[in-house]
């Protein structure tokens, strides 16, 4: 199926969504790049997407709820064996001071083996705004973007938890 001329074309699978970008003269700007957002690793360095992407590109896996650390972790792991860059974005629903965060990042740094706290980024400003670019409610599923290195979202999965269909339907 796919959509009005002015927005992304779909292909619809079951309990997944695949959204293939068109041309950026096909799509509003704010759901060709992505929203900027303001974050921490754990291990404390300040991260501003999309100007702190890396210049190839990579996979951003976002969390807005607690509830989506699972899905989170499965796509975390099927990516890993396809040896792709990933990040980790826990997400804050309401933008907040990284200090306000220190509680959920010491929590998560618990959980998390010190050598992974550099992918993991919790952004605490911006969440609004990428759950409005792309129409995302907080809930229990990962949201998955693969971006450029100057912030262009080439795919995304938004609907529906991680499968093998899923996962081969974002991968480069």
């Known amino acids: 199926m796919s959509s009005a001329k002015s927005g992304p074309h ?3 699978m079951p309990r997944h969504r695949l959204v293939v970008m068109p041309s950026p003269c096909e799509v509003p700007m704010q759901h060709v790049l992505l929203p900027n957002l303001e974050g921490t690793t754990l291990s404390g360095r300040r991260i501003e997407f999309p100007r702190d992407l890396p210049e190839t590109g990579l996979l951003l896996v976002i969390g807005f709820t607690h509830a989506a650390r699972h899905d989170v972790g499965a796509w975390k792991a099927a990516l890993a ?22 509680g959920v990042a010491s929590a998560m740094r618990a959980h998390v083996p010190q ?5 993991v980024i919790q952004v605490h400003r911006g969440g609004a705004a990428l759950r409005e670019a792309y129409g995302w409610q907080a809930d229990a599923c990962a949201k998955v973007l693969r971006v450029t290195g100057v912030g262009m979202v080439l795919a995304r999965h938004d609907t529906g938890p991680f499968t093998p269909l899923a996962l081969s339907a974002i991968l480069p």
């Open 10 to 12: 779909e292909e619809v």
């Open 115 to 119: 050598g992974a706290w550099e992918q």
């Open 81 to 102: 064996t396809q040896g792709l860059p990933v990040l980790s974005l826990p997400t804050a629903a309401l933008d907040a001071g990284a200090e306000d965060l220190e």
